[in-house]
């Protein structure tokens, strides 16, 4: 069993940056790919982003792609996503979900997720 908890969401203003943060509670988090998903208001929840247990490979959703940015410490259980450029689009609820598989954007591949954290970005 795996628990997560994600911190750093907050009300932004359109251009500026945030950075989500998500700890687990297991020590064998190093087993484990981390995604980070996100969902709007009225919207299906959608791939962000991943990170994977082995080699710091990482995959983006294109919406996101040169602008977020996925680091994981291992020593720590904790990954962290590093938004910039911030646009209202980006307005979501941002999850973190731990996988023992490497499905990075396949939401049902993740066993495990946490509460969530609300990220606003105003325009």
């Known amino acids: 069993q795996v628990q997560l908890v994600e911190s750093g969401g907050g009300l932004v203003q359109a251009g500026g940056s945030l950075r989500l943060s998500c700890a687990a509670s297991?020590?064998?988090?190093?087993?484990?790919?981390m995604g980070w998903f996100r969902q709007a208001p009225g919207k299906e929840r959608e791939f962000v982003g991943a990170?994977?247990?082995?080699?710091?490979?990482?995959y983006y959703a294109d919406s996101v792609k040169g602008r977020f940015t996925i680091s994981r410490d291992n020593a720590k259980n904790t990954v962290h996503l590093q938004m910039n450029s911030l646009n209202a689009e980006d307005t979501a609820v941002y999850y973190c979900?731990?996988?023992?598989?490497?499905?990075?954007?396949?939401?049902?591949?993740?066993?495990?997720w946490g509460q969530g954290t609300q990220v606003t970005v105003s325009s």
């Open positions: 990170f994977n247990k082995n080699f710091g490979r990482t």
């Open positions: 979900a731990a996988s023992v598989a490497w499905a990075p954007d396949a939401a049902s591949e993740y066993n495990y």
């Open positions: 297991a020590s064998t988090f190093y087993r484990y790919a």
